[in-house]
């Protein structure tokens, strides 16, 4: 999602076809801590865990006595005579049994505490997986495409070679025609390699939540 309006023209930039790095040298282990940082489904779990425990807190609190300290200063004026007085004092509240409710609304809260760990819990690892299948992922993709590039760079000299041999007229036209379809193969795999790396590529963005333009960029 672009988060531009329907009638906006978006301007694509060009496939890249380009090589991939000589390596991905990343920390798996940060790349993983960066996402847990960045990704907003889990910071959004994270602020519901909070808020539930702070729930849990409220209703443990509306079942137990409270103390309050208290102070005022009063005026009197007495047949022309003012005089002044001040008072202080500690009130203490008891709530008063109501049947079980307080109880139900404490464990409803804690048990409401404890759902929202858990989601946070499985949040937190399936971060980690999707990190981690993308990354690995888009290291067999690079490996692809530099494989693809190996066999294309055979495949153009082969056909050099045979439509030098058959110019020459030590070679044949069905040598060339072979040599012209491997090559014509040997293109198509590297299209393929360069558009399935570009999409690993995005994949590990989406899972990483950052464009990855440092790492990624050939």
């Given at each position: 999602m672009l988060a531009l309006d329907a009638h906006r023209n978006v301007a694509l930039v060009a496939a890249d076809t380009g090589s991939a790095p000589a390596s991905f040298d990343g920390d798996i282990a940060a790349l993983i801590e960066q996402a847990r940082r960045r990704r907003p489904d889990l910071q959004?779990?994270?602020a519901q865990f909070k808020a539930a425990e702070a729930s849990a807190d409220a209703a443990r609190a509306a079942d137990r006595p409270t103390i309050s300290l208290g102070a005022s200063t009063?005026?009197?004026d007495t047949d022309g005579l003012a005089t002044r007085g001040s008072s202080i004092g500690v009130t203490l509240?008891?709530?008063?049994f109501t049947?079980?409710?307080p109880t139900y609304r404490i464990r409803a809260a804690e048990a409401q505490v404890e759902a929202s760990a858990a989601r946070l819990e499985r949040l937190h690892l399936q971060v980690a997986l999707d990190v981690w299948t993308a990354y690995q992922n888009l290291t067999t993709a690079s490996q692809s495409l530099r494989t693809t590039a190996d066999l294309l760079d055979s495949a153009e000299q082969s056909e050099r070679v045979a439509l030098g041999r058959y110019k020459a007229g030590v070679g044949s036209m069905l040598d060339v025609l072979n040599a012209q379809s491997a090559l014509a193969s040997a293109r198509q795999q590297r299209v393929q390699s360069s558009f399935n790396w570009n999409i690993s590529r995005a994949i590990l963005a989406r899972a990483w939540a950052t464009l990855m333009q440092t790492c990624c960029t050939p």
């Open positions: 959004a779990a994270a009063n005026r009197y509240n008891v709530p008063i049947g079980y409710a």
